[in-house]
């Protein structure tokens, strides 16, 4: 068993571990971003979390009489 670890640490180097797993990860968010367009194109609602400084779907009327109190 050590002479297959040896043996891969001789070929591989950290380097390419971190690259593998960041591969690996690219692939995984494409394949649920893929499997979130499939559930909206099927007319399914996905709800995600958005900022709350972008929600423009309360149309509230802005406040322009604010009293603003003075410093001590």
Do not use: Q, W
């Not at 040896?6 to 971003?33: K, Q, R, Y």
């Amino acid at each position: 068993m050590e002479g297959i670890l040896f043996d891969i640490e001789m070929f591989t180097t950290p380097v390419t571990v971190l690259l593998g797993l960041v591969l690996l990860a690219i692939g995984a968010c494409g394949i649920l971003l893929g499997y979130l367009a499939d559930e909206e194109k099927s007319g399914k609602e996905i709800f995600r979390a958005e900022s709350p400084f972008t929600d423009v779907s309360e149309s509230e009327t802005p406040v322009e009489s604010v009293r603003y109190r003075r410093a001590a």
